[in-house]
């Protein structure tokens, strides 16, 4: 009953609920905020205001005064009794107040607080539960007898009668063991739906990860463009500047000349027009006695003078020379693109000695090859390529990414570079690079020069100009490049597949050497 008047003591006289948020008056009696707000609005407009508890009245609307022991105590209050205020269960016995049950009896079929279950009956045929509203659903729907059973067989909760009835001979089992099993049961689904639930998490994050990067990759592909445009626009400017700069120099320079001429052609018109004069004239005295006959003759002065400036305007000095900026535009403009994708560098690709023929010779930083006629007694492996086949793979193998690599192949005229998957075999001449479906290769016999995968084998239209020889591999987009560096950089062939393994670089050669001078420039 203690706890009836407590809770009393602790509601709002207006809302009649427990106190939120207490405020009290200067008569002192406490109020929620928002109902106490409420009835002071109501009373604005009556000329006064006043307690709706002792009606005390105040000329001016009264200050609310947050109570805070008063909140402490119902909030302490309320947290105590988390269960019963859960449930909606009230003791039957309490019919002054309403007072929360803390457990029902199926026999009798009613609910008790603490105070009447200490006065109980505690008989074995009053069985007490938690508190509950739905007390048939705890007896059997047949005899209307309390369940205490569990029917195995038929997976139902039965009352003594239906042991001895329906049920006999049936395996029985205590609703408590049955509670049990069922429980065991229930944990072992909760732990794989546990570990289904974190595998569901692990697969949303990874997901979120990959769209993080997407959006990412998304968000630089959209700041390269808009910063390409940028310079494009800047580089549009800066080229039309200098055409206009230069356009107007030569136009200058060559509206100077067309002047000069056209005061020449006139000065030559005239000449012709005295000389066809004299010849017109019949009396010979006349054109003899012709004093400036050598002025009208001197028409090649200053011809030659003329001609060379003619061909000066026209061959040079007539185009714009803008290709020197453009150039210099394009190339920091493609600088600019590898510094949002960069391609990884290749600087430290190295040849590993164990698969190289007997016949070469690997320099001692592990970067240059030479065909030797001396048997360099290299340890037997499984990698290393025997008969007829020189060559040698790099340590190094690429399974992802964007990479290069170049050779200097000026020391030598039969040679080829290339790569593989590790898998190649070692010996006859399936073993040659792009004599197989594993490998592409770039040739050079003599003066002819080719490309080779699965023994087809393509022939360039051009010679390599340059000593230096640039491999590159997009291994996602299934590609291998090969390029001339010559200036400007020459693109050579391309192999377009799906990769299966990892690629190893090969370099190989039957006379002469070669070397890998670096894969750190940018393309």
Known sequence: ???????????????????????????????????????????????????????????????????????????????????????????????????????????????????????HKKSPEHILCDPTLSMESRKCSIHKKILEYYCTEDDICICMFCVTGEHKGHEMESLDKASEKKKETLRNVLQKLLTKREETEERVQSLQEHKRKVEEKAERVTALFRDLRRRLEDLEKRVLRKISGQGEQEALSMLDFIQELEIKKEELSRKMLHIEELCNMTDPLTVLQESDTGDLCGTEDGDNEDRERHEKLLHHGGGLDVAGVLHSGLFNII??????????????LLLDVNTAHNSLHISDDRKTVSRSDRNQNHPETPERFQGLVSQVLSSRSFSSGRHYWEVDVGGSDYWTVGMCYPSIVRRGDQSWIGWNKKSWGLYRTGNQYSVRHATNRTPLPTNISSNTVRIYLDYEAGRISFYDLCDPIRHLHTFTTTFTEPLHAVLGLKRGYIKICGGDMEM
């Not at 600019?336 to 600087?347: D, M, T």
């Open 1 to 119: 009953m203690a706890s009836a008047n407590l809770r009393a003591e602790l509601e709002c006289s207006v809302c009649l609920n427990s106190y939120t948020d207490p405020v009290n008056l200067r008569c002192g009696h406490n109020f929620c905020r928002v109902c106490i707000g409420r009835v002071l609005d109501t009373q604005g407009g009556s000329g006064g205001y006043s307690c709706p508890e002792c009606r005390e009245k105040f000329q001016d609307r009264p200050a609310l005064h947050r109570n805070i022991t008063l909140r402490n105590i119902v909030e302490n209050f309320l947290s105590a009794q988390p269960d019963q205020e859960e449930s909606g269960v009230f003791c039957t016995y309490c019919v002054d107040y309403p007072v929360p049950a803390v457990r029902s009896c199926l026999h009798c079929e009613v609910s008790l607080c603490d105070k009447h279950l200490r006065v």
């Open 335 to 348: 600088r600019g693109v590898n510094v949002y994708f960069p391609i990884q560098g290749a600087a430290d």
